[in-house]
């Protein structure tokens, strides 16, 4: 074997080993919690309406959340990949910011918005809907901590998608609109359904904003919290390995679906 031969494959080796480390790091406290747990305590705990209610509250607060997203996110993501203008690199950056923040502090700063005693929260009150504990309140605390999992993915989406066959489609008669519906958005469909499942499921796992701005209704990884805090560690593991469960099975059905897409 040549110089160059053992020097790649003892690269390769090396990055196999430290793979292997994060690999661990990542599995291992969520299947040791999940093998630590008693399926028939699981069950009981699955059958408590709270907990029902939490679970199916994250799944639906985040499912609005990336809808939101979707109707408003993906137009920007297109200007971004498709203008050049001056301001465009903070903007950018803008967006990226939620991802940084301390989402504690996210939660306060929402709050100062649309909490009952400021502006916004004001004028949304005259037409009947609360963001202090209530539904809409998780809608958008999970909305501003994830759409930028969305934006960057439609937006590379966007970018990949050649300009000529746009220019084309309006050669041969189409409208802006029609070129963006049928030529742009399909092209560029697969990385804003890769966003869409990012967006959502960052929705889903959401906590410290939530906590500030809606801790009650409960959504699960409040309720984790909550009886973490208040029972101890074996009360809280149930709700929590159930949590995981239910993101983990509805992740993976997701990730195969855009599996599929890029095979076929």
């Known amino acids: ?44 705990t699955l059958l408590e309406k709270e907990v029902r209610n939490a679970i199916w509250l994250s799944i639906y607060a985040a499912l609005i959340a990336t ?49 009952s005693n400021f502006l916004a929260g ?15 309140g998780i809608v958008i605390a999970m909305l501003f901590v994830s759409i930028p999992f969305l934006i960057d993915s439609a937006k590379e989406g966007f ?10 489609s309006r050669t041969l008669g189409a409208s802006p609109w029609q070129s963006f519906f049928r030529v742009s958005l399909p092209l560029a469909s697969r990385s804003i359904f890769a966003g869409t499942v990012m967006m959502w499921a ?9 906590l500030i701005l809606a801790y009650h209704p409960m959504v699960a990884s409040v309720l984790v919290w909550n009886r973490f805090e208040t029972y ?26 855009i599996y599929r897409g890029e095979k076929a």
């Open 1 to 44: 074997m040549n110089k160059k031969g053992f020097t790649t494959n003892g690269m390769t080796l090396t990055f196999i080993l430290l793979g292997l480390i994060i690999l661990l790091f990542i599995t291992v406290p969520l299947l040791k919690m999940v093998v630590a747990s008693d399926i028939g305590i699981l069950l009981d």
């Open 67 to 115: 809808v939101t997203g979707l109707l408003l996110g993906v137009p920007l993501a297109y200007i971004l990949a498709r203008s050049n203008f001056r301001g465009k690199t903070f903007i950018e950056g803008l967006i990226d910011v939620p991802i940084v923040v301390p989402h504690s502090a996210a939660g306060i700063a929402l709050l100062f918005v649309f909490g």
């Open 122 to 136: 004001k004028a949304f009150h005259l037409v009947g809907i609360d963001f202090v504990y209530s539904t809409a």
């Open 159 to 168: 970018k990949k998608v050649d300009v000529r066959l746009e220019k084309v």
């Open 202 to 210: 960052r929705g889903i796992s959401e906590f410290g904003a939530i």
């Open 232 to 257: 101890g560690l074996d009360y809280a593991r149930p709700v929590a390995v159930l949590l995981i469960l239910v993101c983990l099975l509805l992740f993976i059905g997701f990730r195969t679906v």
